[in-house]
């Protein structure tokens, strides 16, 4: 099913407290996430986009250089189309705004949209982000929660560009936690466990947690 030219899959709520963007990773389309969406936030809603670039036959939000550097103008007007889209989505399936839930580069274009358009999302679960955007967001992220999840051992998106995207969305009035998991970039386990957990705490009205942080390492 499409809609504005974005294919989707459209998942009702079966009872959950939930709504959830979902944004696969580098290679990924828009099933990659449900497993995961499901075990962390059982009977949601979830509206799970597919990316409209090919890189190499593989599907991405946004295109990049060669080289992987990420070109401003672009992550803009791919941010700029998907925030469209999901405006009109929420309005033609009547569903409150989402918490995004991205991996790799799902996750970096959900950092694009909160920082680019904060109010359309109700929080964000960044998991293997890096910065997408060099330079001040045009606006104020108003307590915007977001947690930025990293592997330890991960080349593709490093801890340290995880933290400097929690503290760049910190610096714009978010309160982003970031949480380093023993693993690289694929997902885990853990990283649906902290999904649930963090969840939880938002819906409870805890603080987001530390700026950052690292999990089960004796």
Known sequence: MSLDGLAHSWHPSQGGRWSLLLLHGTGGDE????????????????LAVRGAVSEGGKLRHFARHPDGRFERSEVVRRADELATFVAAARSHYGFAP?????FSNGANIAAAIILLHPA??????????????????PA???????V????????????ALGADLALCLTKQGAEA???VLPCGHDLTAADVTLAR??????AEGAP???VSSHLNRP
């Open 31 to 46: 099933d990659e996430l449900v497993p995961f969406a499901r075990a962390a936030a059982p009977g949601a809603s979830m």
């Open 208 to 210: 987001a947690g530390p």
């Open 197 to 202: 957990d963090w969840l939880g705490s938002f």
């Open 177 to 179: 936690a970031h949480h």
């Open 148 to 159: 930025v999840v990293s592997g330890e051992t991960d080349s593709i998106a490093p801890p």
């Open 120 to 137: 359309l999302l109700a929080g964000a679960i960044l998991l293997r982000a890096v910065p997408p955007l060099i330079g001040a967001a």
């Open 98 to 102: 989402p918490v995004a839930l991205g």
């Open 140 to 146: 104020a992220l108003d307590g915007r929660r977001v």
